[in-house]
């Protein structure tokens, strides 16, 4: 049974912006903590892209820096990834996991696809 839901994903042109969401598909999200975003791109490891720490500050991958913002709105309980100046590398599934009394909880994940 999920436990995260991710959303927002799709085809999108080179330089262009994607909002990703990721939500709890039932309770609060904020049990699970800290959240963080991965990705997968077909034949590579998944790897963090964008995360909050148990110190609740914020950390990024390189190749992200400074496209890509996670956030959170505790009203709306989602968190987000906000993609800017997407390119086609950035090309993979997104996923969405968050730790929970010790164990890591993953979304299904959401495709992202980078093209003209």
């Known amino acids: 049974q999920a436990q995260l839901v991710e959303s927002g994903g799709g085809l999108v042109q080179p330089g262009g912006s994607l909002r990703l969401s990721c939500a709890a598909s039932s309770g609060s999200i904020f049990r699970f903590y800290p959240l963080s975003w991965y990705r997968q791109a077909p034949g590579k490891q998944r790897e963090l892209v964008a995360g909050?720490?148990?110190?609740?500050?914020?950390i990024y991958a390189d190749s992200v820096k400074g496209r890509f913002t996670i956030s959170r709105d505790m009203t709306d309980k989602m968190v987000y990834l906000q993609m800017n100046s997407l390119r086609p590398e950035d090309t993979a599934v997104y996923y969405c996991k968050g730790l929970r009394g010790g164990v890591d909880y993953w979304g299904q994940g959401t495709q992202v696809t980078v093209s003209s």
């Open positions: 909050f720490t148990s110190r609740d500050t914020t």
